[in-house]
């Protein structure tokens, strides 16, 4: 079989060309498809890379602000913990001081009404002593409060001993007597005392008298600093002392049954 070799060399040619024309117009253009492609796809996966990193960045920094957070709002929480323990002693401690306070100013009224009430049992019934006194002696005795006074002090005057009689006697050279009483003397009254003291002391013996209401229905002789004296008001000290206990006696029940005595007692 003979070979045409212009034909097979024609196909040759026709071949050569057939592939540079696919290689020029078709796979080129593929290979440079699938190098965009790969290069677009590099740089997609490379964003994608760069917005991982920039989330896991932003994550982590949400974290840190977030354990911030956390951090200041526990610190935060614990200093207003600690304020308002510290406010609430501070109100707890001025209400105890002002319960001290008022429990004592209650107490001090206590005390005070105790002794307003005290005293004015005290006077009242010094007045009513003196009443009845006065009144039981003019009916029994058909003489005044003041003339039996007066017979006492005398009697009192007489019934000093030998030795406080010498020591009056010794100072009353060059001194002048006072005699106090609760009420006006008569002129019988005081010349009856004057006797008496210059009996007791000497006859040149200069007696003054005066009267001082305070005594309390009594009479006293005063001299240098020395006093014999004698008053209704010392027979009432033990009638005071005694109407006292008696209104504490009272009072303790009262701050047993009570929580607040000072309050009920008001």
Known sequence: MLIDWFTVVAQAINFLILVWLLKRFLYQPILNALDAREQRIAAELADADAKKAEAQTEREEFKRKNDEFDG????????????????RQRLF??????????????????????????????????AEVFAIARQALTDLAGSSL?????????????????????KWALESSSATVLVRSAFDLSTAQRTT???????????????KFEMVADLVSG????????????????????????????????????????????????
């Open 219 to 266: 009479i006293e002789l005063l001299m240098q600093g020395k006093k014999i004296a004698w008053s209704i008001s010392d027979y009432l000290v033990s009638l005071e002392k005694g109407a006292g206990e008696l209104l504490k006696e009272k009072a303790k029940p009262e701050a047993k049954t009570e929580p607040k005595p000072e309050t009920k007692s008001r």
């Open 146 to 166: 003041e003339e039996r006074m007066v017979e006492v002090f005398v009697q009192r005057l007489h019934e000093l001993d030998v030795e406080e009689k010498k």
């Open 193 to 207: 005392i004057e006797g008496a003291v210059k009996a007791m002391l000497t006859a040149e013996t200069q007696v």
């Open 72 to 87: 200041q709002r526990t610190e935060l929480f614990n200093q207003v913990t600690i304020d308002a323990a510290t406010e």
């Open 93 to 126: 401690d001025a209400a105890r001081k002002d319960a001290d306070s008022l429990r004592t100013k209650q107490q001090d009224t206590l005390r005070s009404e105790y002794q307003n009430l005290n005293e004015e049992i005290a006077r009242r019934t010094r």
